[in-house]
């Protein structure tokens, strides 16, 4: 392995590459070249992503004063006319019940997020338009309009008009603060546009047990404001790294290393795989994914949708080497959930930081916080935890998967909006 030849990698690949546009197809026409440097081949593999166009939108408080506060459209949510509603305003937390009885014919503010459940009990209470929160309080003036364009993950049979925006939470912060009576809402949109994303594919037949897959997988695309290069650049780099190695140490085991596009709006590039090579997932033994490697203080982490034997291993390992890793058995919000849903055994690296450390999906993640040594010395550890798999004498993972996950399984497709159909 050359030292520093991830981090390397890294520094040219370190640039905004947001689903579904010109800057996610120039990563993963650079990621395609550098497997032809080294005579493997890859290539790219299309999907459509939903890509909803915000036309209007703009949120203001009518009474007590006016006032106009900054904020993004969610797309798909529903929409308004050119005029917007105009609508008594009311604060409902985190969406506890306690805040949910007095919504009818209003304009509510949510702290984080809107889940599908929380959406339903506002549309059958009779809300009229929601505001959801992102950020933090302390985000400076820059950041506090750096809000990103999310779309709705709606229930099938979702086809209500419930139009949302999304604000800073320092920006809702001071919206409370006016204790609004009145406040407006606009948001027109095309729900139903679609862009094309992509993922990328690289393939390294085994010698001896061609039919047995290992599949290594990273996340390739970035969100918003944001450079990517701890999420999730460091790991895209770790397995190009894995795609070096064994095509310098041709592998027993077939070995496919896929550059997933789109996990930042729902795994979709990792769903769009399993779909269109649903006949081939029976062959996979294991997917190993990284989101998230060689950052500046660092806490290692292994998260697994399959045997535990697997992870225990991990930990014993690093264990030898004397590198540390906490160990987790369940669903990572992660590629490796998507072929864990198809019943693929699955299992994700990735890094923590301490509260205040390094910080992603925003300008902060840039290659200042990431470390060289640090991104070779989780390189070195996989690289030969790949090794024990992909070359034992006998497939050692177990194909079923632990009880955690399964019971898992309906929950997370329902957070994702997503069915296997």
């Not at 935890?385 to 996950?405: Q, S, Y």
Request: charged share 25%; with cysteine; net charge negative.
């Amino acid at each position: 392995m050359k030292k520093h030849h991830a981090y390397e990698t890294l520094q040219k690949l370190a640039f905004e590459r947001v689903s579904g546009t010109e800057k996610e197809l120039e990563a993963a026409n650079f990621l395609v070249e550098e497997c032809k440097k080294m005579g493997v081949y890859a290539k790219i593999e299309p999907f459509m992503v939903p890509a909803p166009k915000i036309h209007k939108v703009s949120f203001c408080v009518k009474k007590p004063c006016e006032k106009e506060f900054y904020c993004t459209g969610i797309g798909k949510t529903g929409e308004t006319d050119a005029e917007g509603i105009e609508a008594p305003f009311v604060y409902i937390h985190n969406g506890e019940d306690e805040y949910l009885s007095d919504v009818k014919g209003k304009i509510v503010l949510t702290t984080g997020g809107m889940p599908q459940a929380l959406r339903k009990k506002l549309v059958d209470g009779g809300a009229v338009g929601y505001i959801a929160t992102w950020g933090g309080y302390y985000d400076d003036d820059i950041m506090k309009t750096q809000v990103p364009h999310r779309f709705a993950r709606l229930a099938k049979d979702d086809t209500s008009n419930l139009p949302g925006v999304m604000m800073n939470l320092g920006t809702a912060k001071e919206l409370l603060k006016l204790h609004p009576e009145t406040v407006q809402l606009v948001l027109q949109q095309d729900k139903e546009n679609m862009s094309e994303s992509r993922n990328v594919v690289a393939t390294i037949p085994g010698t001896e047990k061609p039919e047995e897959v290992v599949l290594f997988s990273a996340h390739y695309d970035s969100v918003e404001f944001s450079n990517g290069a701890w999420d999730n650049g460091s790991g895209s780099v770790t397995i190009m790294e894995l795609c070096h190695y064994f095509a310098e140490n041709p592998p027993k085991r077939t070995v496919k290393i896929v550059w997933c596009g789109s996990e930042e709006i729902g795994l979709m590039g990792s769903l769009a795989y399993c779909k269109q090579h649903k006949d081939a997932l029976k062959d996979i033994i294991l997917n190993v994914n990284f989101d998230m490697t060689g950052v500046i203080m660092a806490k290692n982490m292994v998260f697994a949708s399959c045997d535990k034997s697997i992870a225990d291993r991990v930990v014993y390992s690093g264990k030898v080497k004397g590198i540390h890793f906490d160990s987790h058995i369940g669903l990572m919000p992660s590629d490796s959930t998507s072929f864990a849903l198809y019943d693929v055994p699955a299992m994700s690296f990735g890094t923590g930081t301490p509260r205040g450390g390094a910080e992603i999906h925003c300008r902060r993640d840039t290659m200042d916080n990431m470390d060289a040594d640090e991104l070779d010395t989780i390189v070195e550890f996989v690289c030969g935890f790949a090794d024990e798999i992909v070359n034992a004498v006998v497939n050692v993972v177990p194909r079923t998967l632990p009880k955690e996950v399964i019971e898992k399984k309906d929950e997370m497709m329902k957070m994702l909006g997503i069915s296997l159909d």
